[in-house]
Nanobody, 117 residues
Framework: QVQLVESGGGLVHPGGSLRLSCAASGSIFSITSMGWYRQAPGNERELVATITTSGDTNYADSVKGRFTISRDNAKGTTNLQMNSLKSEDTAVYYC???????????WGQGTRVSVSS
């Protein structure tokens, strides 16, 4: 099993920045990708950013140029640097991790991000 714990959420003004962190523990061998999803009230959970073991990244169009994902493969951690935050970024952000031989990913409990003036 894999356990994921997110941190770094909070309240910021529009245009501000936050850095989210996710730490994986347990059976972290063979994790091939990690990333972030988010869910706002009334919306479906949507992919924000992913990163593979080789460092390939993928971003939702809505966050390109503003968010940057990174990871430490050995430690099983991933970070999401969020800049130029907008009110529409307000959501609960969930970390996930995928292992090579698992059909489904593991999920964290979520961390809240609120962007408001």
């Amino acid at each position: 099993q894999v356990q994921l714990v997110e941190s770094g959420g909070g309240l910021v003004h529009p245009g501000g920045s936050l850095r989210l962190s996710c730490a994986a523990s347990g059976s972290i061998f063979s994790i091939t990708s990690m990333g972030w999803y988010r869910q706002a009230p009334g919306n479906e959970r949507e992919l924000v950013a992913t990163i593979t073991t080789s460092g390939d990244t993928n971003y939702a169009d809505s966050v390109k140029g503003r968010f940057t994902i990174s990871r430490d493969n050995a430690k099983g951690t991933t970070n999401l640097q969020m800049n130029s935050l907008k009110s529409e970024d307000t959501a609960v952000y969930y970390c996930y991790a995928k292992r090579a031989y698992d059909r489904k990913p593991y999920w964290g409990q979520g961390t809240r991000v609120s962007v408001s003036s």
